[in-house]
């Protein structure tokens, strides 16, 4: 028995599946799919190794790949593989992925807006200002921050979260709902180190996924329909491996949409934002590996 609970005949039926996968399964299907940027076995070895990894598998992975990857990685990879393989994974979205984070491609610009049905997320506007001050300023949408906000400090934030897309490429989109400004949903770097590494091994380049919305659109899927349209474009065109959540213990809104994204919790930790004793200072982290969302794994 190995460290992870597997036989050595479990990894050795796996290690041929992957052969058969990616030799014999994915070559063959390439000749009916002209629209498939690539063909040949190795090819399909790099796609499906590097979506698993999270990254060049090579950086964490001796070669060869198929013998020395870890049996629950070489298992999302074999995912990825049968995903393709049924229609239900776009192989162009994994390739680009994998030229991305290989630097043989250029990030792409964030597009102006992302559809959703029945809303859309779009970059921010000098008007989104108003209605966001109110938001803010609403006691039951800020119950779980310390305060609510100044239309001062409103402002201030707003002119933060729209700067994101020329600091990272990717950030908080507005909702926009039939009745106008919504909100807003998306993704941006911490700001600050957070104490997540005895939780997840590290507090610095990380990306996590936020939302807050006006009354008005509450109970109506924005969060997390909007959430995964985000994910989508983050994981897809910024080729990001991995995005984080962390909201306070007491917050259940905030923790249903997380776990309707398929988010797994890493742990618990204080906010070192809020001081001892403080009703929000206890913290739940989550996290969500792009392979993971790749693989349909998230509903």
């Known amino acids: 028995m190995t460290p992870d609970g597997t036989t050595?005949?479990?990894?050795?039926?796996?290690?041929r599946r992957w052969r058969a996968l990616v030799d014999e399964r994915l070559p063959a299907a390439a000749a009916a799919r002209p629209d498939w940027p690539v063909s040949r076995n190795h090819c399909f070895a790099r796609i499906l190794?590097?979506?698993?990894?999270?990254?060049?598998?090579?950086?964490?992975?001796?070669?060869?790949a198929w013998a020395n990857m870890p049996p629950e990685r070489l298992a999302v990879a074999l995912a990825l593989g049968e995903a393709v393989l049924e229609g239900r994974q776009d192989l162009a979205v994994l390739n680009h992925r994998s030229l991305l984070w290989r630097r043989k491609r250029p990030v792409p610009p964030p597009?102006?807006?992302?559809?959703g049905d029945g809303f859309s997320l779009r970059r921010w506007r000098l008007t989104d200002d108003?209605?966001?001050?109110?938001?803010?300023?609403?006691?039951e949408v800020m119950r779980f921050f310390p305060a609510p906000k100044t239309p001062r400090e409103s402002q201030a934030e707003a002119r933060a979260l729209a700067r994101r897309f020329?600091?990272?490429?990717?950030?908080?989109?507005?909702?926009?709902?039939?009745?106008?400004?919504?909100?807003?949903?998306g993704c941006w770097r911490l700001a600050r180190p957070l104490p997540f590494g005895p939780l997840i091994g590290r507090e610095t380049g990380?990306?996590?996924?936020?939302?807050?919305?006006?009354?008005?659109?509450w109970g109506r899927g924005f969060a997390v329909r909007g959430a995964r349209l985000a994910l989508a474009?983050?994981?897809?065109?910024?080729?990001?491996?991995?995005?984080?959540?962390?909201?306070?213990?007491?917050?259940?809104?905030?923790?249903?949409?997380?776990?309707?994204?398929?988010?797994?919790?890493?742990?618990?930790?204080?906010?070192?934002a809020l001081p001892e004793g403080h009703p929000l200072r206890?913290?739940?982290?989550?996290?969500?590996?792009?392979?993971?969302?790749?693989?349909?794994?998230?509903?």
Do not use: K
Request: charged share 20%; glycine share 10%; hydrophobic share 45%.
């Open 8 to 15: 050595p005949g479990d990894s050795e039926a796996q290690q």
């Open 49 to 64: 190794l590097d979506n698993a990894c999270g990254g060049p598998w090579r950086e964490s992975v001796a070669p060869p």
């Open 111 to 115: 597009p102006p807006r992302l559809v």
């Open 130 to 139: 108003a209605p966001f001050a109110a938001l803010c300023a609403d006691p």
């Open 166 to 185: 020329e600091e990272d490429g990717f950030g908080p989109w507005v909702v926009e709902a039939p009745e106008g400004f919504a909100g807003f949903v």
């Open 206 to 217: 990380l990306v996590e996924i936020g939302w807050r919305l006006a009354r008005f659109a």
């Open 233 to 272: 474009d983050v994981f897809s065109r910024c080729a990001l491996p991995e995005v984080v959540a962390h909201t306070a213990g007491l917050n259940a809104p905030s923790r249903r949409v997380i776990e309707r994204l398929g988010m797994t919790e890493a742990g618990a930790f204080d906010h070192p």
């Open 282 to 299: 206890p913290h739940r982290l989550y996290r969500l590996a792009a392979a993971e969302f790749a693989t349909g794994d998230v509903s």
